[in-house]
């Protein structure tokens, strides 16, 4: 009755556990790079989100972006810019901007655990040279797309193998990657993948 205590709610179990880290930032050849992901975290946990740019000189900044929305259960947000900024709170759904003007940049985006069970996010990124970037909505057909480009290719398994192999960070859309639900992501949604292109399977997620 009343204030029970956050433990009271039992151990978390985060189906997502290696959140965090330095996106990497697919799709060159587009204006606008945007990355998008959905995790949960666990009460009194802090997962934190590295965005960097590296602006050179006369070549006219980058603007970056970051949006976290909350899906369930209660988050905290804070972005914490490097110098000369101070960190700041954001609400769910508000939208930080930045331009880095000719030198190189970051900021942390942390997200925290602020109820007494699991919460989920969804975490948007963008970045843009030379115009304000855009918080862009993933793109058809969602499911084995990995890469957030609109297709589902050979590519997407490229990307989902790199990132399993460490050879890159996250692919911008890496929560399409997982094609077999309640499995982690791993060399078989790569292959599943390259089974759906080659029309071995009909539909993605398989059962
Ligand atoms: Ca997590
Ligand atoms: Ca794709
Ligand atoms: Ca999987």
Known sequence: MGSAPRAAAGPCD???????????????????????????VCPGVAEEWTVSAFALPGAGG??????????????????????????????????????????????????TGAGSSLAQYRLQLCDAIKQACVFGEVPSPGPGDA???????????????AFVARLTFWPPCLFQAQVNPGDEIDVRDGAIILQFVAGLIDELPVP
């Open 14 to 40: 985060d189906p997502t556990p290696d959140d965090g880290g330095e996106p990497a930032w697919f799709g060159l050849g587009t204006p606008n790079h945007i990355f998008v992901y959905e995790g949960h």
């Open 147 to 161: 890469n957030c480009d609109g297709n589902v290719n050979a590519l997407d398994a490229q990307a989902v193998f």
């Open 62 to 111: 980058h603007s970056l972006g970051a949006k976290v929305t909350r899906l369930e259960g209660a988050i905290s947000i804070t972005v914490e810019p490097q110098w000369p900024w101070t960190p700041s709170s954001l609400a769910s759904g508000e939208e930080f901007r930045v331009d880095a003007r000719d030198n190189e940049f970051s900021y942390v985006v942390r997200i």
